[in-house]
């Protein structure tokens, strides 16, 4: 098998050759950008598994840059890791809703860093061959999408991983920790309120077509999935 391959993006030389090397030495191919263009030249070339970005860049913030990939159909589905010393919740919040699929504050040791890569590689792989169905709504797991009425809802990697989750345990009702161990996986240490940020992000896509009311938040207990809508 190939290895997958990674994409570090930070302006700091010295932070960006010890995460190059770390992450070879690992077994990922890796590649290191600069910069927001140089990543999106990289991105063009060869596009990663996974990107590791730094928030603070030269030419466009890492935020930036990370929600202009996430509104690029070419790129929208390669889960990015925003990496940076900004470690207030509300910069978390920030960069999650602004398209991050996860988020590490420096200073981070080399082993959380991978066990991160490899809980995000496994959450973002593809599926079976099977179709699921909710009225209208349909999610390929063999194509990675997801379609209303035909038309094709763009989801990002852990947008997708909820909405299946949540068809497949419908009606349900499951608390944020719940969430978190199921579809983030237990390894993985990541605040409760990430989930409500994914939430948010998976029923603005839903809402084009009124399907956003299938999510359902149960005060006090959590979150369910209802096929009714009710």
Same mark, same amino acid.
């Given at each position: 098998?190939?290895?997958? +391959? ?20 690992? /077994?990922?191919?890796?590649? &290191?950008? !600069? ?26 913030? !890492? ?14 589905? =390669? ?18 809703? /602004? &398209? ?5 504050? $420096?200073? @981070? ?9 490899? %809980? ?7 599926? &079976? ?5 909710? #009225? ?13 009425? #035909? ?14 989750? @949540? ?8 608390? +944020?920790?719940? =969430?978190?161990?199921?579809?983030? #996986? /237990?390894?993985? *240490? ?9 939430? +948010?992000?998976?029923? $603005? %896509?839903?809402? $084009?077509? !009124? *399907?956003? $009311? ?7 207990? !959590? *979150?369910? @999935?209802?096929?009714? &809508?009710?």
């Amino acid at each position: 098998m190939a290895a997958r +391959r990674i994409l570090v993006v930070e302006d700091e030389t010295a932070i960006r050759d010890m995460l190059v090397f770390n992450l070879g030495r690992a /077994g990922y191919e890796v590649l &290191g950008a !600069g910069s927001a263009s140089e990543a999106r030249h990289a991105i063009a070339n060869r596009q990663p598994d996974v990107i590791l970005m730094d928030w603070m860049l030269p030419d466009v913030s !890492g935020l930036e840059l990370t929600r202009q990939l996430k509104r690029d159909v070419e790129t929208r589905e =390669i889960p990015v890791i925003m990496v940076t010393a900004r470690g207030q919740e509300d910069d978390r919040v920030a960069g999650l809703e /602004g &398209g991050a699929d996860d988020y590490i504050t $420096k200073p @981070f040791s080399s082993r959380e860093l991978q066990a991160r890569i490899r %809980a995000l590689l496994r959450r973002t792989a593809p599926g &079976g061959d099977s179709v699921m169905a909710v #009225g209208e709504l349909r999610l390929d797991s063999a194509s990675h999408r997801v379609t209303i009425a #035909g038309d094709e809802i763009p989801l990002g990697p852990t947008e997708y991983r909820l909405l299946s989750f @949540f068809i497949q345990n419908s009606e349900r009702v499951y608390s +944020r920790s719940q =969430i978190l161990d199921r579809v983030w #996986g /237990g390894n993985v *240490y990541v605040e409760e309120r990430t989930v409500d940020v994914h939430i +948010r992000r998976l029923r $603005k %896509a839903l809402a $084009k077509h !009124g *399907y956003d $009311k299938l999510v359902q938040t149960v005060r006090g207990a !959590g *979150y369910r @999935f209802s096929a009714s &809508g009710t």
